[in-house]
């Protein structure tokens, strides 16, 4: 959902280069180098899911440590030099984590997690992505308020303020954080927490992006792991007899076995079938009595997949605790289905819009997606194209967590951005 994004993005010549190199060779560093065309280089390169992403850096800088960082930074900076930043390279524009002509540092080395007993707090390393978090802190009955698509970096989510499974009872992601390991531009080694020297930096971090610093670590909350009852649903908007939901349901489980990990590299799945109106009424209704189920989540995404057939709309909703069939699905749960398997389990154009919680609002911009996923579709004659437009409810208590935490850079609570509790 959130990457990390890069400090700076430009070109430079061949001179620059050349520079770039030499002072992070003179600075110690050249075993943490990765040149072109080396195999390491061409690995991270083609490990961007997305292709406007793989851009092509001088070379790519691979730290072993938070000192290798802040040597880099350091020499970087005083050359003058451009750099991106990347942890888990989920986000699909250009620049966001990478850089062409210039140098790209990977925090992928940097990915332990750190799971203190005594104070129930984790320590874990930007380059980790949250399937290797949540693995770890299984270990010891722990889970941490952490991203939803397991294969996402640590890093980027937490600097974009991260949206989690448990939002109503903990706020954001980045509310849970109780300190940053952060590397400054002039290489200095800080920690950023609520009470001390750079409380500035600790809060402008929660939801403000990465270019105030280089975090090489994050202390956050852990929370008791229990069972988690959910799904992932699917719906089409224009199916309306048993043969197109019998048609739907063959090309969606031929497409699952040819691109299962690829599109639905989700940890929690189901299937289901029904029309847009019901869709947008149940989460609209989610959201506005979201206070009286504080252990519930509900997404919708309306997307648009030619080789399933064109529009649809798929949901994914869970209970944290391990509730079936929560109150708050009710109306979910009167959605027709072919397929389900809601159960208990464990846990490169890109625009964003926040609006009140409103039907009308909700139906208008799902009609506007549906216009211009036809007409993207139309420009895409094999059809090898997956549109989505999400809807995540943010319902007031998330606002409520953050103060709570020292506040973050959404700055929700001061504005009448929905209109339930």
Partial sequence: ????????????????????????????????????????????????????????????????????????????????????????GH??????????????????????????????IADIGPGA?????????????????????????????????????YGLRHGFACDNIVTYEVVLADGRIVTADNVGEHQDLFQVLKGGGNNFGVVTKFTLKTLPSSPIWGGFAVHTMEASSLESFISLQGRFQAALLLHAREIWAKPLHCLAITALPA?????????????????????????????????AVVSICTNVVGVVNPPAFARFAEIPKVMNNLKMTTLNIWYTLCFKNDVSIIGKAAELYRVLAKQVEEKVADGDFTAHLSL????????????????????LERVGWSSGP
């Fill in 279 to 311: 869709a947008v009424e149940v989460i609209a209704d989610f959201t506005a009595s979201a206070p009286e189920d504080r252990d519930s989540t509900l997404n919708l995404t309306v997307c648009h997949i030619p080789r399933l057939g064109g529009a």
């Fill in 129 to 165: 992505k949250w399937k290797d978090v949540y693995e770890e802190l299984e270990k010891h009955g722990r889970v941490v308020a952490g991203g939803r698509e397991v294969e996402v970096g640590v890093g980027g989510f937490l600097f974009g303020g991260g949206n989690t499974f």
């Fill in 392 to 411: 995540q409810p943010i319902p007031r208590l998330y606002s409520q967590r953050s103060v709570a935490a020292g506040g973050n850079m959404f700055g």
């Fill in 91 to 120: 986000m699909n524009w250009a620049g966001s984590n990478n850089i062409e002509n210039g140098t790209t540092i990977h925090l992928g080395l940097l990915k332990d997690t750190n799971y203190d007993v005594a104070t129930d």
């Fill in 1 to 88: 959902m959130f990457v990390i994004s890069s400090i700076m993005s430009t070109r430079t010549n061949d001179g620059a280069a050349s520079s770039s190199v030499q002072c992070l060779v003179a600075a110690g560093l050249r075993e943490s180098i990765l040149l072109p065309p080396s195999p390491g280089y061409a690995k991270r390169i083609q490990s961007y899911w997305c292709s406007s992403a793989k851009l092509r850096p001088t070379y790519i800088f691979q730290p072993r440590s938070t000192s290798e960082v802040a040597v880099a930074v350091k020499a970087l900076v005083d050359a003058g030099q451009v750099f991106a930043i990347r942890t888990g």
